[in-house]
């Protein structure tokens, strides 16, 4: 079983969604958690962060983290045609092993 | 301000020759990595060099070395590339471990 888990999709929605995105970890030593963004053809670039459980919001974006389920989300609200692109989350305990989901392949239909 | 920068974009190779994939940062960040991108499968984590001079594996180390030149400047290397080392390479910055990773615009490689 790999660390952590996501599905890969792919999910399409409409323009002005709420998009959910979840992934589920395995190791109780994780304590970082990320949502990373990659266009196609691009490299991945850091959309959200956060720190233990709790939750973190920026703009349309809300990160989860549930600890006792081992559970982590992402919402996307009122979601746009850009927002179209590939999802990764991650986790790692402190060190520079940087655990990854396959990602989750996101469209936005106008 | 360039960030991680990669060359090259995209190699062909035939099986058994040998490249370098040349990964430089201008943010002066301690930790560097290198990992592979295969559909099916995310990102998985090669080498990663925790500071100046020293360098450990990821998960997937076979066929592959590093070096860390300098601060700026991480390179990795396959001797004798293989059909399955066909990927998408990324390289990675950090101040820390616990820091965002950055990361460059990937390398397309393939092993014919």
């Known amino acids: 079983q790999k660390e952590v888990e996501q599905d890969p999709g792919p999910l399409s929605v409409p323009e002005g969604a709420i998009v959910s995105l979840n992934c589920t970890y395995s190791n109780s030593a994780f304590q970082y958690f990320m949502w990373y963004r990659q266009y196609s053809r691009k490299g991945p670039e850091l959309l959200m962060y956060?720190?233990?459980?709790g939750n973190k919001e920026d703009g349309r974006f809300t990160a989860q983290v549930d600890k006792s389920s081992k559970y982590i989300s992402l919402f996307i609200r009122d979601s746009q045609p850009s927002d179209s692109a590939t999802y990764l989350c991650?986790?790692?305990?402190?060190?520079?092993?940087?655990?990854f989901g396959k990602g989750t392949k996101l469209t936005v239909n106008p | 301000n360039a960030g991680v920068t990669q060359t090259p974009k995209f190699q062909v190779l035939k099986t058994g020759q040998s490249m370098t994939l040349q990964c430089a940062q201008d943010?002066?960040?301690?930790?560097m990595y290198w990992y592979r991108q295969d559909p099916g499968m995310g990102l998985r984590l090669i080498y990663y060099?925790?500071?100046?001079?020293?360098?450990d594996k990821g998960e997937v180390p076979n066929g592959y070395n590093v070096s860390r030149l300098n601060k700026r400047e991480f390179s990795l290397r396959l001797e004798s590339a293989a059909p399955s080392q066909t990927s998408v390479y990324f390289c990675?910055?950090?101040?820390?471990?616990?820091?965002?990773?950055?990361f460059g615009p990937g390398t397309r490689l393939t092993v014919l």
């Open positions: 991650a986790s790692s305990g402190g060190s520079e092993k940087l655990v």
């Open positions: 060099s925790a500071s100046e001079g020293t360098t």
């Open positions: 956060t720190y233990s459980s």
């Open positions: 990675a910055s950090s101040a820390g471990p616990k820091d965002t990773q950055y």
């Open positions: 943010m002066n960040h301690n930790s």
